[in-house]
């Protein structure tokens, strides 16, 4: 079956430093995406992993390891406005055009002042 | 970068009536187009993937005969909610790719909320 779990909520302070777990059991793997949702608003893509290592974009960066299913958000420098659900997606298979993505339920990250 | 858009944005329809929503790539061509449901505080749930030209393919537990999904051309595709019921409210969230992107990154358009009384 396909499974991937991450925490639920997830509270902050602004300038704090938070991570974000997510493990996954697939029945493949072909790489590994985080997004960012607001309430009411779709998802936008924050990183894509699908080599083991750091990925570092600006505040954000993305850590994988194939070897043991997981992965981890770190979020720097905490602003209110990060105050969203971040999704972690997994693609099982394939690098086609048509091949879907399967979504964790999201953790809901509140950042206080 | 790429930009896919929903039309309508938000909708409230009577029980047993059918609602259509469109899905469009504005500056790009997508031969794959995937429809997603959301109910609050869920994750994105995959419905169906739209191939242009081809019937969709459903996912396991999504009736084909009541969320009908065309994909008439590379820029767009339509879910029809047919004989809605107030379960059938939710968030309903498409994206595209392209074969030039790689497969590396979904473009998700913004969602549509449908509210059925």
């Known amino acids: 079956g396909q499974n991937i779990d991450q925490p639920t909520e997830m509270t902050a302070t602004e300038g704090a430093i938070v991570q974000i777990n997510c493990t996954y059991q697939?029945?493949?793997?072909?790489?590994l995406f985080w997004y960012q949702q607001h309430a009411g608003e779709a998802p936008t893509f924050l990183s894509y992993?699908?080599?083991?290592g750091l990925e570092e974009k600006g505040r954000f960066s993305s850590f994988l390891s194939r070897s043991k299913g997981y992965s981890y958000l770190l979020l720097k420098e905490l602003q209110m406005k990060d105050s969203a659900s971040y999704l972690c997606a997994v693609r099982p298979t394939g690098v086609e055009a048509g091949t879907a993505l399967i979504f964790g339920k999201g953790t809901t990250l509140s950042v206080s002042s | 970068g790429a930009v896919v858009s929903q039309h309508p944005s938000w909708v409230i329809c009577k029980s047993g009536t059918s609602v259509k929503i469109e899905c469009r790539s504005l500056?790009?061509?997508?031969?794959?187009m995937f429809w997603y449901r959301q109910f609050p505080k869920q994750s994105l749930m995959l419905m169906a993937t739209s191939n242009e030209g081809s019937k969709a393919t459903y996912e396991q537990g999504v009736e084909k005969d009541k969320f009908l999904i065309n994909h008439a051309s590379l820029t767009l595709s339509t879910l029809t909610v047919t004989s809605a019921h107030p379960e059938d409210s939710s968030f309903y969230i498409c994206?595209?790719?392209?074969?030039?992107?790689?497969?590396?990154?979904?473009?998700f358009g913004p969602g549509t909320r449908l509210t059925v009384t």
């Open positions: 500056d790009f061509q997508a031969t794959t």
């Open positions: 994206s595209a790719t392209t074969s030039t992107s790689g497969g590396y990154e979904q473009y």
């Open positions: 697939t029945s493949g793997f072909n790489g």
């Open positions: 992993n699908v080599l083991d």
